[in-house]
């Protein structure tokens, strides 16, 4: 059986933080708890607004972890100035939008195709290795190829939100497919959005998917599997 990658995406340690605009949690603390863990990769995104992740967060964390850092990022030139400064393992660039809660779709790559394409180009001539957050469709997959990135993270949204049997069944196939396609013409083929303790297994069970990128689920789950220590430890201090 292949091995299966865990990148585990730290955003929303950030975005507790910024609630109220102080200093705790800090997303740095749970990078190194989340490389205690296990896991394989740290994802983090840098926003142009900053909503979460800071450039603070994302520098200390390259110096801390010894985790490879998955950037996610526009194709913006200030923020790829930044990674060209200080480099991660992986940037993967990913769509953006100010007014959007969380990212709502893959990359147009074909509509976007010399932007991106100069962006992979300039990460890439960093040391950077380069992927685009793409929705499981062919033309996409293609275009991706011919861009000069080495892997694509094939966005899961879709089947995350489906309701019903057949659905859920039909949005599973079209990403089983994609990520054939992509793993057949040289692509390295990870997958995220929206996955849950509910619905991974049937990702997991995609021979082509090599990883697994998650966040908002795995934070969640962690608020109520830490938090009877986290009361007990306040007890603790209290009974003293």
Not at 76 to 90: F, Q, V, Y
Not at 147 to 159: D, I, K, N, P, Q
Not at 164 to 170: N, S
Request: glycine share 8%.
């Amino acid at each position: 059986m292949r091995p299966l990658r865990l990148g585990v995406n730290i955003d929303h340690i950030a975005t507790l933080r910024e609630a109220r605009k102080t200093y705790e949690p800090d997303p740095v603390a749970a990078a190194y708890e989340v490389e205690r863990a296990g896991a394989h990769q740290l994802v983090m995104h840098l926003r142009e607004d900053r909503r979460h992740i800071s450039d603070r967060d994302y520098q200390l964390a390259l110096k801390t972890t010894h985790l490879p850092l998955d950037l996610e990022m526009a194709a913006d030139p200030r923020i790829i100035e930044i990674a060209l400064k200080n480099p991660p393992h992986t940037c993967t660039l990913v769509p953006e939008r100010r007014q959007e809660l969380t990212t709502e779709g893959g990359l147009d790559v074909v509509g976007n195709f010399q932007i991106l394409k100069k962006a992979a180009a300039e990460l890439s001539g960093g040391g950077i290795r380069v992927s685009l957050f793409i929705d499981p469709v062919e033309e996409q997959i293609r275009a991706a190829k011919e861009s000069g990135v080495t892997a694509v993270e094939l966005h899961t949204g879709e089947y995350a939100n489906a309701i019903g049997r057949l659905e859920t069944a039909r949005q599973l196939e079209r990403i089983a497919g994609a990520a054939a396609l992509a793993s057949t013409i040289g692509l390295e083929v990870a997958a995220g959005h929206g996955l849950t303790y509910q619905n991974v297994l049937l990702i997991v069970n995609i021979a082509d998917v090599e990883e697994l990128n998650i966040g908002h689920s795995i934070i969640s789950r962690a608020v109520f599997e830490g938090i009877k220590q986290a009361v007990g430890d306040m007890l603790a201090l209290m009974r003293r």
